[in-house]
């Protein structure tokens, strides 16, 4: 189970140390950093696809993703007795995003481009990289370690041993190194890595896939937009979770039954509700009722992740039915670890409290993301960026 994530320089955050939980709940008010901290989550796992330089320069390049404020905010800036100002900056120019779980950990710092960038000025370079065994980096924990161009691994001896060839400045250890390095640990941190699962793009507009007929085969994992949903309800029932998905209607829509219609191979989700003489398919169905239909496929997925992002599920759903996406959050968290942004007081109600559950209620201090209640760097988790 993850359980540290770390960003420094990223938006409004400055530096964040987050402590995570089986299933650990993002909340606070409009703009105090939660899309911020999920992108940041998905920049860490584009780490492992190759992707968190594209990445970056598709919202802007690094200028515009870094931390717009001041490298030190002041006592007398926060008494309000000096404007905030620009300090001298006592590092170089980074974005710096990691992860630890018990027995693994990695972090990547990005900085910018020397000078010509030429046509891809907005592509960050990665400086460093590293590996390492156990929670926390450490000379004696690091299993591979990239800085600049050059990347050493260690050996099974607890030798270092230098990589042939040199990395550009776009590739990451995690893609080019890992098959032919011989460190285990690099593999795992790519799987690890690629198995995360995001969703922030579920649609359920009139044109949305999901409420036509689609050819469908076995589906255990709803894809990012939703078009499988038919498929991927399917699939549950058939892979043993029937009962599952029918407490699931039955809670949100009392005396509804759901069916999935399979003719020709072309999938259609029909749902059956009390009064009606027929049932409604999934273009008939309402924005909230068909989230919540494509909800149920992302949390009772036949083969859970390690872990599983959701970005403000509660977005379109009418709020009776927040108590049973509550309930189908906490059973998700059963098999996988969870991570829920959102801004919705009810769903966090809905969610409850227990052991495994972390809320961590986001807030603005000087433009800056803060944990409420957190009084200073002792109260938080044990962290340290490996050194460029």
């Known amino acids: 189970m993850i359980r540290t994530l770390a960003v420094d320089g990223y938006r409004s955050i400055r530096s964040l140390v987050l402590g995570l939980d089986r299933l650990t709940v993002v909340t606070g008010a409009n703009g105090v950093g939660k899309s911020s901290l999920y992108r940041s989550l998905r920049l860490l796992a584009e780490c492992a696809l190759g992707g968190v330089v594209g990445a970056v320069a598709r919202e802007g390049g690094l200028a515009s993703t870094l931390w717009a404020g001041p490298a030190v905010i002041g006592r007398a800036v926060r008494a309000g007795e000096h404007p905030v100002q620009g300090t001298t900056r006592a590092g170089p120019v980074a ?44 000379p004696t924990t ?21 990589r042939p060839g040199r990395l550009r400045s776009f590739e990451s250890m995690l893609t080019e190194v890992v098959d032919a390095a011989g460190a285990p640990e ?39 937009d939703g078009a499988d949903l038919a498929a991927a309800l399917a699939t549950i029932a058939d892979l043993g979770q029937g009962p599952a998905l029918d ?29 009606l003489l027929r049932p409604l398919t999934a273009a008939e169905l309402s924005d909230g009722t068909l ?18 992002v959701l970005n403000e599920p509660e977005t379109s759903l009418h709020p009776d039915l927040l108590p049973a996406l509550g309930e ?17 007081a009810r769903l966090v109600a809905a969610i409850g409290t227990g052991d495994g559950i972390a809320r961590v209620e986001l807030v603005k201090d000087f433009g800056e993301t803060q944990i409420a209640g957190r009084e200073g760097p002792l109260d938080q988790p044990r962290w340290s960026w490996p050194s460029r």
């Open 247 to 275: 407490r699931a209607v039955s809670r949100a829509f009392p005396g509804s039954r759901l069916e999935v219609d399979a003719r020709d191979g072309q999938f259609e989700v029909r749902l059956h509700q009390h009064g």
């Open 291 to 308: 989230r919540y239909l494509l909800w149920v496929a992302a949390l009772l997925t036949p083969r859970p992740p390690e872990l599983l």
């Open 328 to 344: 189908l959050v906490r059973e998700a968290a059963g098999r996988t670890q969870v991570v829920v942004v959102t801004h919705s």
């Open 95 to 138: 974005l710096r995003l990691g992860f630890a779980s018990d027995d693994l950990g990695y972090a990547v710092d990005l900085g910018l481009p020397p000078p010509p960038a030429g046509a891809f000025q907005h592509d960050p370079e990665i400086k460093v990289e590293a590996v390492w065994s156990g929670p926390l980096p450490r």
């Open 186 to 224: 690099l593999l795992d941190v790519r799987e690890r890595l690629r198995g995360w699962r995001f969703y922030d793009q579920l649609r359920t507009d009139a044109e949305a896939p999901a409420r036509r007929p689609q050819i469908g085969t076995r589906t255990p994992v709803l894809g990012p």
């Open 142 to 162: 690091l299993a591979a370690q990239r800085r600049g161009p050059s990347v050493r691994v260690r050996d099974d001896d607890g030798a270092w041993r230098q």
